[in-house]
């Protein structure tokens, strides 16, 4: 690790003294905010995942206490997953970040800023303005996402910043700005309750969207419940139809169900005839995938192909296709998103109720940050290379239009590489553990390595990042602070801060207002002086765009309305529904308004299993009660008390007698990358020739394999090639 020598403290002037010393009553910290009864409850969104619950946080003495679902919120009708019942746990964990640190010891945040300003402004002056970059995340407010792009790029300079939604969600964006001409997902979680055929593709809500699954458990209408997934899940286990194809031949089975819709005459025509383009490219494409060669790739039989067709034909009342992390992590994610695209377009399954090609998103506010993040889209899904776009958004925020790139950013595993190759030597991790759960993660660590300056910015210290940091500065969290997530349906809603951050510890968004003091754009940044006044800046950038949200007035909107989804327009402010679906005029967002049929041959993973590793290993959520990195979840005794208290490997019989197996021994996977000692527990319910470990231990991701999707640089983390031996003492 670099070390610094120590820093001289320079007097600040302006502004930045005021901030620098941290006074609670200046901040609004260590306050009751004033808008809230100190023995009452507030109303709050979920910090997890991207259900976007909504919560009652129970206050004492101005404190929140206790959290329970909100029996009034539209998203999840009064439930909670155990996630949601312990959102205040990991607050009082005894590891919170208190004080800035400068190589592993405790400064304060006036040495703080002074060595960050100087050392990533020594960087960029040696180097240029592509060798600093940010990795972001998906857990931050919209308002600190749009605070940390402008301020990194429109401020400080920066070209490359991405978020870890690049680890879950890219896909989606990608597939749906080529097929619907703008990243909209369009979907409402009535759909769930409305649909006769849900087909859930690389998705197991049970346990990853478990209220989510809740809508679909209210359905009424008997639905066909038809699951695609290698291993028997927990949704499977649930399902009408269970098809457990080979892992990464969906794309060939998508193919090969057009195939049989088109040979049976069972399209809506009108519908691809009227609002879609590339269906006569794409219908003799699908000729090559008849049912007998796609019935050899994915393991399933022609019965089940046609089963499968059937159920979803033209005729069939209502399908939604559902589809997540199966899809979006893999080698050939966006193609394979768009196949389920091209699905629900030929069916005519889009814009009515209980339909949709629905991408179902991972954190609680990743889809604020597909638009506010200002990484690879400008800010309010514009494009960085558009001048029309440019000029909109500078007007919008009141900078000049040159401070504005005309280039995207690199995604993630593009500026890693720039760490590795040499040309990027600073990088910024705000509130992501990427130490943990990027694929290949010595890879990951060893470039990390040769940084000259990182910086890491998290609730705690102790995560396996922070460790690594030269300079850490400790951040609030959920329930600390204020501003607006973004569900998977499209529905903002407001976090609220019930709890005061621990120690020196500040909001992002306080911190980002420090560094822009610090770097000298206190009067670039002037209007950016809370979540709310940032909130109305977004706003802005949103007009006339496909996710306009100039109707919404302001936070008390959104709290009084049950939060509420995009777009709402200035002009229909006072005349909307709670629940709105995209496309229900059949009118897409490309230049002529059809919907693209996009498609590419099916191509094999990029490491297939051989006689040294024979077996593939599929990765994926263990339980309701984890998330992620577990760097929440873990300080909480109720939750660890609901996942297993070891980590486990799933191994077939077949596999496991052959090796000599037995439940419950301890054996050793081991990759072309490293190795770990676990537990086996035989199942059936992963196929012969698979394995399959939940994603959240820390050595997971020693195993996997460093590659990506070429159109969304989505990793792939649920293919890699493994051997299982029995481990003798
Ligand atoms: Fe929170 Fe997601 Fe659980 Fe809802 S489902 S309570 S948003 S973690």
Known sequence: MITFP?????????????????????????????????????????????????????????????????????????????KGWEALTPL??????????????PTDWATAMQIFC???????????????????????????????GALAKFGMGMIHGDGNTRQCMATAVTAYKESFGFDAPPFTYADFEESDVLVFIGANPCIAHPIMWQRVLRNKRQPQIIVVDPRTTETAMAATQHYAIQP???????YGLAYLLIRDGAVDTTFVEEHTSGYAEFAEFVQSYPPEQVASITGLTVTQLQTFADSIRIGTPRVSFWWTMGVNQSHQATRTAQAIINLALM?????????????????????????FSNTTNLIGGHDFKNPAHREKVAEAIGFPVESIPDQPSLAYDQILEGVESGKIKALWIIATNPSHSWINQKRFNDLLNK???????DMYDTTETAQRAHLFLPAAAWG????????????????????????????????????????????????????????????????????????????AMLQKSGGIQWPLKKAHATDFQTERRLFSDAQF?????????????????TELPDDDYPLILITGRGTSAQWHTETRTAKSEVLKKLAPSEVYLEIHPEDASAQKIRDGDRVTIQSRRASMTLKARISPGVSPGQVFLPMHDKRVNQLTHWSVDPHSRQPSYKHCAVKVVLKLD
Not at 118 to 141: C, F, L, N, W
Not at 248 to 254: E, F, N, P, R, V
Not at 589 to 605: G, K, N
């Open 248 to 254: 990464k031949s969906d794309l060939t089975l998508l």
């Open 118 to 148: 100087d050392r990533m402004k020594s960087v960029m002056a040696e180097h240029g303005p592509e060798s600093a970059a940010y990795i972001s995340t998906g857990q931050i407010m919209s308002e600190e996402m749009g605070f940390l």
């Open 451 to 457: 940084l000259d300056f990182l910086v890491v910015q």
């Open 589 to 605: 967002f490309t230049p002529d308004q059809r919907a693209r049929f996009i498609f590419d041959p099916p191509e094999s993973p």
């Open 347 to 371: 069916t005519g399954n889009i814009g009515k109720s209980g339909t949709g090609a629905n991408s179902i998103t991972g954190q609680c506010n990743a889809m604020g940050s597909r638009l």
């Open 92 to 105: 009082d964990a005894a590891d919170r970040a208190k004080t800035p640190k400068l190589n592993g010891e």
């Open 6 to 82: 120590a820093p001289t403290f320079r007097e600040w002037s302006g502004p930045l003294t005021e901030d620098l010393v941290r006074d609670p009553a200046k901040f609004g910290l260590g306050q009751i905010p004033r808008r809230l009864q100190p023995n009452g409850t507030a109303k709050s969104i979920c910090g997890f995942c991207s259900t976007g619950c909504g919560l009652t946080l129970h206050l004492k003495d101005g404190v929140a206490i206790n959290a329970t679902p909100d029996p009034d919120y539209p998203v999840n009708k009064g439930t909670a997953c155990p």
């Open 480 to 555: 600390e602070k204020e501003g607006t997530f973004i569900n998977s349906e499209r529905r903002l809603g407001v976090s609220r801060q019930v709890r005061r951050a621990p120690g020196q510890a500040l909001s992002d968004f306080r911190i980002f207002r420090l560094i822009a003091h610090a770097w000298g754009l206190a009067d670039q940044f002037a209007e950016w002086t809370s979540p709310e006044a940032v909130f109305q800046i977004l706003k802005r950038c949103t007009q006339d765009q496909p996710c306009d949200i100039t109707g919404i007035e302001d936070y």
